[in-house]
């Protein structure tokens, strides 16, 4: 079975620019999180997504938004890049999404490493 | 203050011995507690899940919950080097699949 697929791996902006990060969940799983991995902060929630709807949202600005289609498929999308905005970018899908004992018992992709110059 | 708190380590133990790792978190609402493993450039990787008080073990992991005291807490039993990693304690109180991480401590398994 096909582990979660995040494209691209690495990617260089600059500052201002925009970036689209994509990412293919586990086959039969419907939940897709964001999460951003930096050394200082950890990793913090950016948001999910299930059934082509937004069902939860971190602490980010508006210039971090995502979609996801309706093969489950996700994407995310940073404007108007900064600095801060380096980091390892984690997709995590779920075959759970509400409710019962098993969410968030996520599944990881490998991640797409934002720099920002 | 951090939601989820986790001693950063290095954490070292020998080969053979038992690791401890311990995690608070503040949100008395959690329902759903995690332990992931991150080996360095890697992503992380799910190894328990715990939903009530009480001990649960899977192989050579224990992992512990003590809602009224808010603490978490995993045991690796007979440490291998292979263990060496960050491990992250992770909280839901949202529902969903919104985890609140902890910072990781990282394991060093020496020989």
């Known amino acids: 079975k096909a582990g979660v697929t995040q494209t691209p791996r690495y990617l260089i902006k600059t500052r201002g620019q925009q970036v689209t990060l994509s990412c293919s969940p586990i086959s039969g799983h419907r939940s897709v999180s964001w999460y951003q991995q930096t050394p200082g902060q950890g990793l913090q929630f950016l948001f999910e997504y299930f059934s082509e709807t937004q069902r939860n949202k971190g602490n980010f600005p508006g210039r971090f938004s995502g979609r996801q289609f309706s093969n489950s498929r996700s994407e995310m999308n940073v404007s108007t890049l900064e600095l801060g905005d380096s980091a390892l970018y984690l997709c995590a899908s779920s075959l759970k999404t509400s409710g019962g004992s098993n969410t968030g018992e996520l599944f990881f992709g490998e991640g797409s490493r934002l720099t920002v110059l | 203050q951090k939601e989820v708190e986790q001693n950063s380590g290095p954490l070292s133990v020998p080969e053979g011995a038992i690791a401890s790792l311990n995690c608070t978190y503040s949100d008395r609402g959690s329902q759903s507690f995690f332990w992931y493993r991150q080996y360095s450039g890697k992503s992380p990787e799910l190894i328990m899940s715990?939903?009530?008080?009480g001990d649960k073990e899977d192989g050579r992991f224990t992992a512990q919950l003590n809602k009224a005291s808010q603490y978490v807490s995993l045991l690796i039993r007979d440490s291998q080097p292979s263990d060496s990693a960050t491990y992250l304690c992770?909280?839901?109180?949202?529902?969903?699949?919104?985890?609140?991480f902890g910072t990781g401590t990282q394991l060093k398994v020496e020989l």
């Open positions: 992770a909280v839901n109180a949202g529902g969903g699949n919104k985890l609140t």
């Open positions: 715990i939903y009530s008080n």
